[in-house]
């Protein structure tokens, strides 16, 4: 969040003041409420500017002036319900005070009201549409909201007027990425560190971009340069660790997720992720603890619910993996994977088929052309004995993924059970070609 003092104008108006001391107020009342070079405490400005508006004596401007500095130093004390009164109170006696209108925006914002936050950036800019701080600042709102394309305009008009700020870059380029336009979002990234070699976070935000892109080679370069600037930034650390994650180089994913939980212990996502890739590893329990660790952290992350019900289901805990899928779903009711999950869940454990049905069902239904989706569905359907409601959804499969040796395999088996031995004997042929190891795979389905 930007903020402006405008502390020029403090010091021109107490000079004033000072030149004419029988129509203003004490020059040490003005010193404290000004508090240009912040040589006062919050409260010795509060006093300050308290003392004139007091007073009453001062021309419109002047007061306007008293009550935005008491603003700010409420705002610094992180009293933003005075603040916001204060701001009020100038732009009463100022009604084209820009800066009251930018601060009382921010104030706004932080309590968690980014409408009226923003009708304050607007009005801001409307009597200084040159106005680079309320600019950003609604563009930051916007690109919170998700409204990248008015974020991405707000944020132009700002380089616009002050063209060598390296966060305004920074800022639009993240934009960039959020909409999922990479190649822009590298552009800007690309200024922001050519007008600050040594600017941490562009590095860390470029080598995202990278990872998102899937150049891993990049990405890593770039975030081994922001880890150099600063080698205790969580989130660059925890960055890197997902490019290694995308590499399955495991140990230093771990090592650099645990770095980043030794300097942030509330940082969920690095648990989540370190859960991810000791659930890759093979080891279980590590990961079951880094996602309960995550989930109190973050109890409405569907997503790690999900990954602590797939650790679950690896260690054929499948009550508490069904439990965890349907509260993943419970707070995403369209989170697919997890719905399918389940579904796979129940088909693996042989229970509750119908309800398994119904959910590979509900997940079709959005997603009808998602393979493991149709896979698990016909795991269903043959535990179910209904083969040939199998069989479709096998050839569905195949259709969209030829390679598929499990699936192909299956087939077979459905095929053979329906008599067609040809078909179940060049299915199974193909699938062995595909992958040799097949048979022991389907073994692990629980189908005889």
């Not at 008491?70 to 603040?83: Q, S, V």
């Not at 009251?100 to 200084?128: E, M, T, V």
């Not at 991405?152 to 800022?171: H, M, N, T, V």
């Not at 997902?242 to 212990?265: N, P």
Request: net charge neutral.
């Amino acid at each position: 969040m930007r903020f402006e003092y405008f502390a020029s104008v403090y010091t021109c108006v107490a000079a004033l003041l000072v030149a004419a001391p029988a129509a203003a107020q004490p020059a040490r009342d003005w010193a404290r409420c000004a508090n240009d070079t912040n040589a006062y405490s919050s409260e010795k400005a509060i006093k300050g500017c308290t003392a004139i508006i007091k007073a009453g004596r001062g021309e419109r401007r002047e007061l306007a002036i008293a009550f935005y500095n008491r603003a700010n130093a409420f705002y610094g004390a992180g009293d933003f319900d005075r603040a916001i009164d204060d701001y009020g109170a100038a732009i009463r006696l100022d009604p084209t005070y820009a800066s009251a209108f930018s601060n009382r925006g921010n104030a706004y914002s932080l309590k968690g009201d980014p409408d009226k936050a923003i009708a304050d950036y607007d009005a801001a800019i409307r009597f200084n549409p040159n106005y680079t701080i309320a600019l950003s600042n609604r563009a930051d709102i916007y690109r919170t909201k998700g409204d990248f394309d008015r974020a991405i305009a707000d944020y132009s008009a700002a380089i616009q007027a002050s063209p060598k700020r390296a966060r305004l870059f920074l800022d639009r380029g993240s934009a960039y990425r959020g909409k999922g336009d990479i190649k822009n979002a590298v552009a800007d990234f690309d200024q922001a560190i050519k007008l600050d070699p040594k600017y941490a976070d562009a590095h860390l935000s470029r080598g995202l971009a990278h990872y998102d892109a899937n150049d891993y080679d990049r990405a890593m370069a770039d975030l081994n340069q922001a880890i150099n600037l600063n080698h205790r930034q969580p989130k660059a650390l925890y960055s890197r660790g997902l490019v290694y994650t995308a590499r399955h180089d495991y140990d230093r994913a771990i090592a650099d997720y645990s770095e980043a939980i030794r300097l942030d212990h509330a940082f969920a996502h690095a648990y989540g992720n370190r859960a991810r890739a000791f659930r890759a590893r093979g080891n279980l329990d590590h990961a079951i603890a880094d996602f309960n660790e995550s989930l109190s952290l973050d109890p409405n992350n569907a997503n790690d619910f999900n990954g602590r019900g797939l650790a679950y289901l690896d260690a054929k805990n499948y009550d508490q993996a069904i439990a965890d899928f349907t509260k993943a779903s419970e707070l995403d009711p369209r989170y697919t994977f997890a719905i399918s999950n389940r579904c796979w869940t129940r088909g693996l454990a042989d229970r509750e088929l119908r309800a398994a049905l119904a959910d590979c069902d509900a997940v079709l239904t959005m997603k009808p052309d998602d393979v493991a989706t149709l896979d698990r569905r016909a795991l269903v359907y043959m535990k179910m004995s209904e083969i040939e409601k199998a069989i479709a959804d096998y050839d569905a499969v195949l259709r969209l993924d030829p390679d598929d040796a499990l699936a192909r395999y299956s087939r077979g088996v459905a095929r053979e059970r329906l008599g067609d031995v040809a078909g179940a004997s060049a299915d199974r042929a193909a699938a062995q070609l595909l992958q040799p190891g097949v048979a022991d795979a389907f073994k692990k389905l629980g189908l005889r």
